[in-house]
């Protein structure tokens, strides 16, 4: 799987608990500062999608869409995921340097300076 290194660092920033998933608690998270990175899932819905664009541009929030919902919801040992905030910074930004490497069909909307 291509994604394997970016699935293994959200698993770690979850299991050091530096992590928010679940629509409600990511959208805390972007709006409240706390969030340094926000994902979604491909295969969340579009209104989904263009919700966490909107609201990532606004806060500049980077934002990737990555792999599905059961791919990101087992590497942070739960079920489903749709969405998920990163929560520390330098796993964020292992994270996105990963995501951009490998050149994955991820958007990033706007960049944290």
Same mark, same amino acid.
């Given at each position: 799987?291509?994604?394997?290194? +970016?699935?293994? %660092? ?9 992590t928010v998933?679940? $629509? ?35 806060y500049e ?17 739960k079920e489903?995921? +749709?969405? %998920? ?7 964020? $930004? +292992? ?8 050149? $994955?069909?991820? %958007? ?6």
């Amino acid at each position: 799987m291509k994604n394997n290194k +970016a699935l293994s %660092l959200i698993g770690l920033a979850t299991k050091a608990g530096k992590t928010v998933s679940g $629509e409600f608690s990511t959208e805390k998270s972007i709006k409240t500062g706390k969030g340094y990175l926000a994902i979604v899932a491909g295969d969340s819905s579009d209104n989904t999608k263009k919700k966490f664009r909107n609201m990532c541009e606004f806060y500049e929030v980077p934002l990737y869409i990555l792999s599905d919902k059961e791919t990101l919801g087992h590497a942070m040992g739960k079920e489903f995921r +749709a969405s %998920l905030a990163v929560q520390d910074w330098n796993f964020a $930004e +292992a994270i996105r340097k990963v995501l951009q490497d490998e050149g $994955e069909g991820a %958007l990033e909307h706007t960049t944290v300076v």
